[in-house]
């Protein structure tokens, strides 16, 4: 919310047992419960006999898919959704997803979640052999991968094996085609994605809440590195890239998964819980209420609550009805927005020494107009707690940290930062505080590169979110 670092984006996938299946209203339901995850743009394909039936377009998927836009979809035996935000390419409808594409050897439906880091080098390199771009995304450049490796290739799962050699960064997918649907996740497993069942469907999702929401049970996680295929109504399983180093991306734990989730068997509540508690022993303050921004700073607000054993306390409320802030282009706007989404309580604030918690800061500037809507409703100190690192670097992986001149930790101190955002003290979760949450999690290696920059993998030096936008002559 307010600026953050945006969420990328989330698939939700099907396979039935039945030939003629409703799947097209499981698929929105599924896509609703991953909507915090994307909300520029939404798309649904339904493969019915063989052919694919899709519609796409901007905007949340309760505006796109109206109950007769789901009713004109056809019966079928799989099908497969996305909720895009775009960390590759722009908002234009040409970019939403699923990726529909018809080849020699039939047809291919790309749902993405992720980052490609080798992006524009696979781009040059299918371009000398002629290949045509239509959008600004690098899930295009898998796709015409995927295709280039299928016209060599037996099957689309030795296909995507060997695509799988050529991707460099984060990826989970989902892939459909005529008689197959298949889930695949990068070798780090920087991007969640799992799978559950109900009795007569196989369901793919990024989160276990759209498991939940839907019916299905959850059976497990997709490994790093694996390819799950499903083809008349039997499972396999691929292991040929599961041994590469892995990388959970942190911020899927600390703010980007719903609460409700649990990835790579980690329940992301407890997780934030865990975040705030040990932000408590960290950076203690006298204080009469702690309090969280909504909703990204509840949970670890209520963990630092019972570890400080300073009452926990809301301090907002929040509208349903505006959208979220970072949408909007001007920050001018984004600052109106904040006091309309977002209005202190003042019987909570008033007279009040504040421990107030956040998941994350990123240009700072919201921050600061939290603060200062704090003090305007009378609260007396105002001590900030961040329940992340501090951002000192880019991300590569699928957030829109794409450069650290945007960052308020760029070229300055915590004490710096204090000073501008107007907190009588400001504390970062430190470094060995999320280790150690890792550790006590058990969670194998985490991604902290923005934190740090150091990253699981080689990284480009320059790479932007617009390296496709431009067209050059």
Same mark, same amino acid.
């Given at each position: ?14 396979? @039935? ?23 520029? !743009?939404?798309?649904? &394909? ?10 796409? =377009? ?50 291919? $439906? ?22 045509? /771009? ?10 015409? $991968? ?40 990068? %070798?780090?497993?920087?991007? %969640? ?30 490994? %790093? ?17 599961? =041994? ?5 991306? !942190? /911020? ?8 409700? !989730?649990?990835? =790579?068997?980690?329940? +992301? ?14 950076? %203690?303050?006298?204080?009469? +209420?702690?309090?969280? $921004? ?24 929040? @509208? ?27 019987? @909570? ?52 940290? =794409? ?19 107007? &907190?009588? !003290? ?32 080689? $990284? ?14």
């Amino acid at each position: 919310m307010f600026e953050k670092v945006k969420e990328e984006c989330g698939v939700f996938g099907v396979y @039935s047992k039945e030939a003629k299946d409703e799947l097209a209203y499981m698929i929105d339901v599924g896509l609703s419960a991953l909507q915090h995850r994307g909300e520029e !743009s939404c798309g649904i &394909a339904i493969n019915s006999d063989g052919l694919i039936n899709y519609r796409k =377009d901007l905007g949340l998927v309760a505006d796109v898919f109206s109950k007769h836009v789901l009713e004109e979809f056809p019966k079928g035996k799989m099908g497969i959704g996305h909720v895009r935000y775009s960390t590759t390419g722009k908002a234009k409808k040409e970019n939403a997803q699923p990726m529909v594409i018809r080849h020699k050897k039939g047809n291919l $439906v790309v749902a993405h979640n992720g980052n490609i880091i080798n992006a524009q080098e696979l781009k040059e390199e299918l371009e000398e052999k002629g290949a045509i /771009f239509t959008t600004t995304t690098d899930t295009e450049i898998i796709c015409h $991968v995927i295709v280039q490796e299928r016209l060599k290739a037996n099957s689309i799962e030795e296909a995507v094996e060997n695509t799988m050699k050529r991707l460099k960064g984060s990826y989970s997918l989902l892939i459909m085609t005529s008689t197959k649907l298949l889930a695949v996740r990068d %070798p780090q497993g920087f991007r %969640p994605l799992c799978m559950g069942k109900t009795k007569n469907r196989v369901v793919f999702a990024s989160e276990s809440c759209a498991l939940d929401i839907t019916g299905a049970k959850f059976e497990r996680d997709i490994k %790093p590195g694996e390819i799950v295929v499903v083809k008349d109504n039997e499972i396999k399983s691929i292991h040929t890239h599961i =041994d590469a180093p892995k990388g959970f991306c !942190s /911020f899927e734990y600390i703010y980007f998964a719903r609460p409700d !989730s649990v990835i =790579d068997g980690i329940n +992301i509540h407890k997780f934030r819980e865990d975040a705030g508690r040990f932000l408590a022993k960290q950076a %203690p303050v006298e204080a009469d +209420i702690v309090a969280g $921004v909504p909703d990204s700073g509840l949970d670890a607000a209520l963990g630092y609550s019972k570890e400080s054993h300073v009452h926990y306390d809301l301090v907002f409320t929040k @509208s349903k009805y505006i959208g979220r802030t970072f949408i909007q282009n001007a920050q001018e706007k984004r600052n109106e927005l904040v006091g309309l989404k977002l209005n202190p309580i003042k019987e @909570s604030v008033k007279g009040k020494k504040i421990i107030l918690i956040d998941d994350s800061i990123v240009r700072g500037t919201t921050i600061k107009k939290i603060i200062t809507v704090l003090r305007r409703a009378g609260a007396k100190e105002v001590h900030l707690r961040i329940a992340s690192p501090a951002f000192v670097d880019v991300c590569y992986f699928g957030t829109d940290i =794409d450069n650290k001149e945007d960052l308020i930790m760029n070229n300055r101190t915590v004490e710096d930062v204090r000073e501008l955002i107007g &907190a009588d !003290s400001l504390e970062y979760l430190s470094i060995d505080s999320l280790k150690e949450i890792t550790k006590k999690c058990q969670i194998p290696n985490l991604c902290i590169g923005c934190f740090t920059g150091k990253y699981p993998i080689d $990284v480009p030096k320059n790479i932007r979110k617009d390296t496709f936008e431009e067209i050059k002559f």
